[in-house]
């Protein structure tokens, strides 16, 4: 499992969502095909995914199946935000087990090349 995995937390729909990268990773086969769902939503400009791009901050799944998403984007102004949540919801909503799937936008903490995954960094040259 990649850093980027590791970051991204689950939780029940008791607890709050904390957007740090020392949360605790998510179990169970649920969180394990939503994380795959949202690899494949690719940043077009970079050809890398929202996931090992680090703009995924927190996956919370209730008991029912719904699945909140916290993200970010690499820019504020990114032109992008609108298709990549259409996409989260389209990817995520086909996996079985899943109710109703809630992206949610977010722009703190800012996103920094720091939260890529080390295969992301390699990709893009950033070290």
Same mark, same amino acid.
């Given at each position: ?5 590791? @970051? ?8 709050? @969502? ?51 998403? *916290?993200?970010?984007? *690499? ?53």
């Amino acid at each position: 499992m990649s850093e980027q995995e590791s @970051a991204i937390e689950t939780e029940d729909d008791t607890r709050s @969502a904390a957007a740090d990268q020392g949360a605790p990773e998510g179990s169970g086969a649920l969180h394990d095909e939503v994380i795959e769902a949202l690899k494949k939503v690719y940043d077009p400009e970079l050809g890398i995914n929202v996931v090992d791009l680090g703009l995924v901050y927190s996956v919370e799944l209730t008991e029912s199946g719904d699945v909140d998403i *916290t993200y970010s984007l *690499t820019t504020m102004g990114c032109p992008i935000g609108p298709m990549i949540e259409d996409q989260m919801r389209m990817f995520v909503q086909a996996v079985d087990g899943v109710g109703e799937v809630r992206p949610e936008m977010v722009l703190r903490p800012a996103w920094s090349p720091e939260m890529m995954s080390d295969e992301a960094k390699a990709a893009l040259g950033v070290f």
